[in-house]
């Protein structure tokens, strides 16, 4: 089996780590230079890969492992949110990365701890198991099933005091919308 190339290395997995580095930096440009320096190191090592599952669980730790140090490092100076400026936007994806809901999810996951933005970023959006995402971030199964037990209760809390903190009127145009609330049932009925 042939070695993977560089070039479609950073083709098939550079929007994917982005999207990992802007999670946890909050900022384009520097989640940008996270990922260049990933695949400059990947260049450097000389290592090469023929599967991309592989090529794909390495350079995602090793993008993690360079947002860890950016976030201990001084270079940090502030934190952006996601949907402030559009220079600061995720890269676009044909999985609905940027619907309004997933942005909102986005932000509240912004709010929790590094370990559990990880688990449920690769849990629910690019779908690894407990067992690959424990290989992925050098953790054992137990570990990564009880981050993603506790990423998701922490949450679900943020969301709901978000939505707690939505007007009386936005909130309901928002039980409607989901159609899957009574509030929104009950005023389809009432008309």
Known sequence: M?????EELMTTHYNTLLR????????????????????LKLLESGKQF??????????????????FDYLKSARRKRNISLTDAEEHTLPP?????????????????????PEYR?????????????????????RSSNTVSSWLTRARKQ?????????????????ADFHRKGGDSYEGKADAGAV
């Open 93 to 113: 994806d044909s999985g609905g990365f940027q619907s309004e809901e997933t942005l909102a999810v986005l932000e509240a996951m912004q709010r929790l701890r």
């Open 20 to 39: 990992i580095a802007v999670q946890h930096t909050g900022n384009t440009a520097e989640a940008e230079d996270i990922v260049q320096d990933t695949f």
């Open 155 to 171: 949450l679900k809390e943020v969301m709901q005091d978000e939505q707690d903190d939505v007007p009386d009127s936005h909130a």
């Open 2 to 6: 042939n070695p993977i190339s560089f």
């Open 118 to 138: 990880n688990v449920i970023y690769l849990y629910y959006y690019e779908e690894y198991s407990v067992k690959e995402i424990a290989s992925i971030l050098r």
């Open 50 to 67: 023929c599967d991309h599952g592989h090529a794909k669980a390495f350079l995602i730790r090793a993008a993690v492992n360079r947002c």
